[in-house]
């Protein structure tokens, strides 16, 4: 079964702190992603990467930076986290079909950040 | 810039009834994907239509996409209590990465018992 896991449900940081938020996916897939959601904004893609070690901005990549040293990681950091960064985040995975479009993304369970 | 759309933004209805939520798009895509959110989760993958397709069903779920106007539709047939969620489209854009989606704001359904 697949499965993408997130290392925190709920998060509470200061701001100026450094945040390290985790993404482990267990499918073998090439594709991952960092969004964050808030309301009345639906889904915003942060950061997304095809490959190890290669990562491509989203449409919000201030304020973030992303990492992927293995396959089946993939984390956000927030270099020194602010109130505005206080969302519900979302990682996302997928298989890439070489192009053709139409993968199916697989998400964790979000992580609630606080910013205080 | 959104390039999803949903309407309405919410939607109640009594169990038993058909929920229909709509989604717009700007630009020529190569699929639309539908997702569902129940409140605080992840997002999860309800069905997939391509642009050559018009209609497609899945279960209860029944999705129709009209290329021309730039819409497609999520009908969910004999509601239950269980369906109240978020409902989301998504695109992957003809200009953009296959692998790379947009999302819209989402339909929060909400059915009564």
């Known amino acids: 079964d697949v499965k993408v896991t997130q290392s925190s449900r709920y998060l509470v940081k200061r701001t100026g702190e450094k945040v390290f938020l985790e993404c482990v996916q267990d499918?073998?897939?090439?594709?991952m992603f960092w969004y964050r959601q808030d309301p009345g904004l639906g889904l915003r893609l942060i950061y997304f990467?095809?490959?190890?070690?290669?990562?491509e901005k989203g449409d919000i990549p201030e304020g973030y930076s992303v990492s992927r040293e293995k396959k089946e990681r993939f984390s956000l950091i927030l270099e020194s986290a602010s109130t505005n960064q206080t969302s519900m985040y979302l990682c996302?995975?997928?298989?890439?079909?070489?192009?053709?479009?139409?993968?199916?993304?697989?998400f964790g369970p979000g992580t609630r950040l606080l910013v205080l | 810039s959104q390039q999803g759309e949903e309407d309405p933004q919410a939607l109640s209805i009594q169990e038993g009834e058909n929920a229909t939520m709509n989604c717009s798009y700007k630009t020529s895509i190569n699929n639309l994907q539908w997702y569902r959110q129940n409140s605080g989760r992840g997002l999860v993958h309800l069905i997939l239509?391509?642009?050559?397709?018009r209609e497609k069903h899945s279960g209860r779920l029944r999705v129709t996409l009209d290329t021309s106007k730039k819409s497609s539709s999520l009908l969910i047939t004999a509601s239950r209590a269980a369906d109240t969620a978020s409902y989301f489209c998504a695109t992957d854009g003809r200009e953009t990465s296959g692998s790379r989606l947009t999302f819209g704001e989402g339909t929060q359904l909400t059915v009564n018992p």
């Open positions: 499918m073998d897939h090439e594709n």
């Open positions: 239509i391509r642009s050559n397709e």
């Open positions: 996302a995975s997928s298989l890439s079909l070489a192009g053709l479009g139409g993968e199916t993304q697989y």
């Open positions: 990467s095809y490959d190890v070690k290669m990562k």
